[in-house]
């Protein structure tokens, strides 16, 4: 499956993938049925395999997230402080006093960002959180199929829920694809 994945020929994922389904659990053969359905506009099928798979990886995500930014929040006061206070040995105040204010500014935030570099706990955390975040593809994939559902529902009051899901899937994973012309697409069409 994941041979034909590569290939884009989802045809074959559903055909390897669609027999085993039962026994996939949350795996990642699970999303790459559930992918591969979307694909194909098996809407219904698709948001069953991939609502609980992203869900339980978009809390994974998020809590590293919070635990690398926390990290990183406290990393920078401890620094900044010790720039302060004058107190960082390899920084060089002299050139710092005269400086004008952007590049004052300029030189602090390279030297925050070789300290970043060199702190191996904020390293292995970033890491992590860049894992997590290979959930975020994914969550696109069910936010879309979640507003295609609303789209063909007739039902006023269904549609707001399901569009209202797929708000918050899209929600979920704005800081991490904000930026992206697809997610502001889609995004877009849902409100």
Known sequence: AALYEGEGNFPRIIEVLKPLQAKLGNTEGTRMLGEALASE????ESYALLQPYVAQRLEALHAAEKAYDQQFEQFHKSQFAVLEIGGATDFNYESYNIKTEEEQTAMIQRY???KIKENPSLIA???RFEEQAA????ALSLGIVTLRRA???SDEQAQRAE????EQTFLAIRGVAGDSEDYQLYLGQVY
């Open 125 to 127: 955390m970033q890491q």
């Open 163 to 166: 569009l209202e899901k797929a």
């Open 151 to 153: 789209q063909g529902m």
């Open 41 to 44: 506009g098996e809407l219904e």
């Open 135 to 138: 959930v975020v593809p994914v």
């Open 112 to 114: 925050l960002a070789k």
